[in-house]
Each structure stands twice: as C-alpha cells, then as structure tokens.
T-cell receptor
Framework: SQQGEEDPQALSIQEGENATMNCSYK?????LQWYRQNSGRGLVHLIL?????REKHSGRLRVTLDTSKKSSSLLITASRAADTASYFC????????????????FGKGTKLSVIP | NAGVTQTPKFQVLKTGQSMTLQCAQD?????MSWYRQDPGMGLRLIHY???????DQGEVPNGYNVSRSTTEDFPLRLLSAAPSQTSVYFC?????????????FGPGTRLTVT
C-alpha cells in the first residue's frame, strides 16, 4: 500500500518560476525523502528530512515537513529546463516494528515540466 | 565507482519464459532491493536483502525469486513470465535498511512480456 501521495500529478511552469510539490502521508513517519527521476532513468536522491525537523535546504531546494498535517512540500526556486523530471516522496512507517516499517514507500510522483 | 549497475537495459520475453535480471553495486552496501515501476504508479517493492544470505519479500513478490550470495550482487529471477510482469525494474542499494539513509538506484531494466 502507498503511504505518500504527491500533489499535483503534473505541473508546468516557465523557466525562472518557483515550483512547489506536496506530499501527504497516512501514518506517522521517522523520515521522509524526496527523489527525482529524469525520463527513462533511475531515481536520484534529493533530500531527507527527519520527523523532528521542520525545514531543510539544499541549494535551490527547500523541503518542509508538518507532522501534525502529515504533509511535506518540496520547493524548487528559480527553476531551469534541466529540472524537468518526476519528483517522488518516500516515507517509512513509525514506530519501527519489524523490517517492513523501515521500508520506504514511494508515492506516484509529480511530473514537472519547465518550459524554456 | 560505478554505483548500481543493471543488465540488461531492455528485454522482451514470451509468456512462460524465465530470465534473470542482474544487479550489482560496488559501494559495499548491505541493503539491496528490487522495485517495479508501472505507468502512473510509484515504485513497488518486490524483494529486498539486508545482507549476504538474507532476503525477504516486499509488497509484490509473487512470480519473482531472489538470492544474495555476495554483498555486491542481487539478481532477480522471473520464474515463468506473464504479461502482468511487463514493467520497468529498478535495483537499489543503501548503506542500511534504516530509512535515514538514501537509496542509490540503478538505471533500470525495461521488460516486455508478450
């Protein structure tokens, strides 16, 4: 069963604009990760945020986590054509109780198109 | 470092045939896993391993076998291919099962079963 769900399913913006993607999940988590997938390629890890963190930055990426709302957002600032990709959130299940709860569960992704 | 490598990149099988998808990593990672990705879906976990000689089932294990005889290699076997197994398969590795570690993905194998 899928834990995280991204919203929107697809997003199209102009180069230079900011892109915001959201992820909602159902049960408590220990960690939430964001990944990017370029067309026809494997996933690449972008950023990890722990349940006791509210915000993290990495370059042009900003991730927030609201555990009370069970949601996270990924903001890409000053987008570039090279940011065109699908973005996935992945969550585990807290508390850890058996190997299954450690496993990352991936959402269906947000497909971002950045128009030059 | 080559990271995570997968072979073949593409494969077409007839229903009932068997084959092995290869996965190797050179990062000395203990945790390895196999996912399948279908159109409009996220990744679904097929099998995983927390070390040589240890494997376990994920969300969608039926029709697939795995073994882990070395730290580096984690092959996925399709026993009797079915059209429902048409998908893109990704192998991933990580330092640990713990979700506080990032996963490294291979480039994928695109499998078509006719």
């Amino acid at each position: 069963s899928q834990q995280g769900e991204e919203d929107p399913q697809a997003l199209s913006i102009q180069e230079g604009e900011n892109a915001t993607m959201n992820c909602s999940y159902k049960t408590s988590i220990n960690n939430l990760q964001w990944y990017r997938q370029n067309s026809g390629r494997g996933l690449v890890h972008l950023i990890l945020i722990r349940s006791n963190e509210r915000e993290k930055h990495s370059g042009r990426l900003r991730v927030t986590l609201d555990t009370s709302k069970k949601s996270s957002s990924l903001l890409i600032t000053a987008s570039r054509a090279a940011d065109t990709a699908s973005y996935f959130c992945a969550t585990d299940a807290a508390p850890y109780s058996g190997a299954g709860s450690y496993q990352l569960t991936f959402g269906k992704g947000t497909k971002l198109s950045v128009i030059p | 470092n080559a990271g995570v490598t997968q072979t073949p990149k593409f494969q077409v099988l007839k229903t009932g045939q068997s084959m092995t998808l290869q996965c190797a990593q050179d990062m000395n990672h203990e945790y390895m896993s196999w996912y399948r990705q279908d159109p409009g879906m996220g990744l679904r976990l097929i099998h995983y391993s927390v070390g040589a000689g240890i494997t376990d089932q994920g969300e969608v294990p039926n029709g697939y076998n795995v073994s882990r005889s070395t730290t580096e290699d984690f092959p996925l076997r399709l026993l009797s291919a079915a059209p429902s197994q048409t998908s893109v398969y990704f192998c991933a590795s990580s330092y640990s099962l713990d979700s506080s570690y990032e996963q490294y993905f291979g480039p994928g194998t695109r499998l078509t079963v006719t």
